[in-house]
């Protein structure tokens, strides 16, 4: 109700259902509204504050409510909209717990408000027939931007990883948008002073532009997951104070006491206001009370009247704390909330997953843009046939192995958007590049990925395969990914070179060493390994190793680099593979919230158990590696043995044999001159003792 006057231009509105001093509750233990708490707080610290606040409802005079709706019918001939869309976004400040609500919660909260702000919602029907001819369509909606402040894609939610979500206060409102483009809200797990919610009023929040907007427990967001239907209007409330409606009964958080208070809203009836829903609650001589006011702490809220309506509008013309830009047609376009949906950023995938396949092949693009929908397509893609489309889904021929460029750019009404991929499509050749039975890895070259070794980053933005000094079974260096700090589900892929099997006779294993440490008992870290025959366009899965069974390091919170002793041999057959000219190989990690993992030595031989066993105790290895001058080659023999040491190029042929003959137990060292014999590149040198082989590679710089 409106005591000593109607509607004012210029007011502020805090809402919020709580406070520390006085807790107050309404039915059901729901908490209350902090608004009138912080507003009064502010006003203890800044005097003026206070004064520009009275004074702007003083103004609020029967002949400035007047003046006011002169002026409001005189701007809607001017063709201000019938509904102003406002754009809003949700700060979810949370440190993994319920709090971070999911994405699905935030858009039934939207639609709530929605509903409510449109007179959708079906509790509507149940206003009390006394206030059904004012309850109001505010006609206001609210959409989830779509541009951030630097014109990137949003989906409106921007997830905060902080402590700050617990007993927030105006401190815990992180990376708040500017307020005369978004309404900020502010999503935290509890709040410093007990309450549900709070917001400031125009008047209040005009000298406070970093803390405006709402902030609000994650419990009563949305009637989903950690939400509820009763408690998801009070984003309604908050929101109301955030366009200048104070609580029913006026500037207190004491709602029932007494009828000293206004709202200074014209059809409001006068009330002590409601902590229950009493429907026939009558007070402060009104005939009836308005319960159901969303305004209220009754908890069966069902609508605004039209006074409030007027008075939120108002303020949505004011320049009052930036309210009159929020819905401009400039503003709902940088928001990306104009309708058609804005095209926000292109994007496409391929039919392959790793964007590979082999020479001959063709592959399918699937447009994957944010937002709008596209009505046009213009593609170009370099190397391949067509080599440009206006195809949604073209099929592209590629005949010639390279790496190729791939762009799209999408168009609807709203606009276009354009994504240029550079090197996205690798064509691999049709022939291996390496012979099996001179293969060998152990990532002591140039760093990964390289013209050899691919990395493929399904979840970018966490720590991937990179080389690393820190650690190695053999020689100086491996590959690892530094999982300690990647989240939950990361996963990344290391690929080989192609090889060709076809050299080898019988059983075919991949042997490889790893390391890897869990954080906790629980965590289930995954490496797999997997084969494609087809250069990349699918992959056949031929171990999975995780959690404990991976682990050769135990359980450690620390970062997990390895000791010598804590590097594993793990085997893994090809059986069914020996045939096949072409093939390639990809370790897949997926994290689960783990600790490191390192991969060295990767070697294709026969028999896997004489493969592991005999490595063991052969202690192979090349150093330095790579190497610009001389290098020693190394090993033990158990036995008096017969031995080969043999050094081959890339395609198989030998250039060097460095020993053959017997040898007796023990170690022996071999020195590789490279100025006598090898110019620089890359060589495998074979150490075969009775009729095992080893294969290192040599890099000779
Ligand atoms: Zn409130």
Redesign the pocket.
């Known amino acids: 109700m409106k005591k000593f006057c109607l509607l004012s231009i210029l007011f502020l ?5 709580s406070a520390s001093k006085n807790r107050v509750y309404a039915q059901d233990g729901y908490l ?5 708490e912080v507003q009064n707080e502010i006003f203890r610290a800044n005097p003026h504050i206070k004064e520009e606040y009275l004074k702007q409802e003083a103004k609020a005079t029967l002949e400035d409510l007047q003046a006011f709706s002169k002026g409001y019918k005189e701007n809607d001939q001017k063709a201000l909209p019938p509904i102003y869309i406002i754009p809003i976004v949700f700060h979810i400040i949370h440190i993994g717990g319920a709090e971070n609500i999911s994405d699905a919660q935030i858009h039934d909260e939207v639609r709530v408000l929605n509903e409510d702000f449109r007179k959708l919602n079906s509790t509507s029907a149940n206003t009390v027939s006394a206030f059904q001819s004012i309850a109001a369509d505010c006609e206001i909606e609210f959409r989830l931007a779509q541009k951030d402040p630097n014109g990137n894609c949003t989906n409106g939610i921007d997830r905060i990883v902080s402590t700050l979500t617990n007993a927030a206060d105006d401190n815990s409102k992180l990376n708040g948008w500017p307020r005369d483009k978004y309404l900020n809200v502010w999503v935290v797990k509890t709040i410093a002073s007990g309450a549900a919610g ?2 400031y009023l125009p008047s209040t929040a005009a000298f406070m532009p970093s803390t405006d907007g709402i902030l609000i427990l994650s419990g009563y967001v949305g009637s989903i997951g950690t939400g509820s239907t009763t408690t998801s209007h009070a984003l309604t ?2 929101i ?2 955030f366009l200048n409606l104070k ?1 029913t009964w006026g500037d207190t ?1 004491n709602p029932g006491v007494d009828c000293s208070g206004s709202d200074n809203v014209n059809d409001t009836p006068p009330t002590e206001g409601w902590l229950t829903c009493n429907l026939s609650g009558a007070t402060c001589g009104s005939a009836l009370d308005n319960v159901q006011n969303y ?1 209220e ?1 009754s908890y069966c809220p069902t609508m605004y009247t039209a006074g409030q309506k007027t008075r939120m509008r108002t303020a949505l013309t004011s320049s009052t704390a930036s309210r009159n830009n929020l819905w401009t047609t400039n503003n709902l376009s940088f928001t990306g909330v104009s309708l058609p949906a804005v095209l926000c950023t292109a994007d496409f995938k391929s039919s392959s997953f790793t964007n590979t396949v082999c020479q001959g092949d063709s592959l399918t693009f699937t447009n994957l843009s944010w937002n709008g929908t596209p009505t046009s397509w213009s593609w170009t893609f370099q190397g391949g046939t067509p080599a440009t489309s206006t195809d949604s889904l073209p099929v592209v021929h590629y005949n010639t192995s390279g790496v190729y460029d791939v762009s799209l750019t999408v168009s609807n009404g709203s606009g276009s958007a354009t994504a240029n991929k550079t090197a996205f499509i690798t064509i691999n050749p049709s022939t291996a590049i390496y012979n099996a039975s001179f293969y060998s890895e152990g990532f002591e070259g140039s760093g990964i990925p390289n013209t050899d070794w691919k990395i493929h980053n399904q979840t970018p933005g966490g720590n991937t395969w990179v080389q690393t000094s820190t650690a190695a079974a053999s020689g100086s260096k491996s590959v690892m990914i530094t999982n300690l700090t990647n989240s939950d589900t990361f996963v990344d892929e290391l690929i080989s070179p192609s090889i060709d099997m076809t050299a080898i006779t019988g059983s075919i294993n991949i042997a490889f060493k790893v390391a890897y440490a869990q954080r906790s008992t629980t965590t289930n870290d995954k490496l797999q390994v997997y084969v494609s025959t087809n250069c990349g366009l699918s992959w056949n899965l031929r171990k999975t190793m995780t959690g404990a069974a991976l682990s050769t390091g135990g359980v450690q919170t620390a970062s997990f680099t390895p000791t010598a002793s804590q590097w594993a041999q793990q085997v893994v057959s090809l059986t069914g593979y020996t045939l096949q000219t072409n093939l390639f190989i990809m370790f897949r990690f997926t994290s689960n919230g783990g600790n490191n993992i390192y991969l060295d030595d990767i070697n294709i031989g026969g028999t896997a158990g004489m493969v592991d066993n005999l490595e063991n105790f052969t202690n192979f290895n090349i150093y330095p590696n790579p190497t610009e001058e001389n290098t020693m080659i190394s090993f033990n023999t158990i036995e008096k043995q017969k031995v080969e040491v043999k050094i081959y190029d890339l395609v198989g042929a030998e250039v060097s044999s460095v020993f053959s003959g017997d040898l007796n137990t023990g170690e022996h060292q071999y020195s590789i001159e490279k100025k006598n014999n090898l110019a620089p590149g890359v060589y495998f040198v074979t150490l075969s003792i009775d009729k095992q082989h080893f294969t290192k590679k040599l890099i000779i710089k």
């Open positions: 509105s805090l809402i919020l259902w209350h509204c902090g608004t009138t709070y917001a409330h908050e109301g104070h609580h958080n305004m702490y």
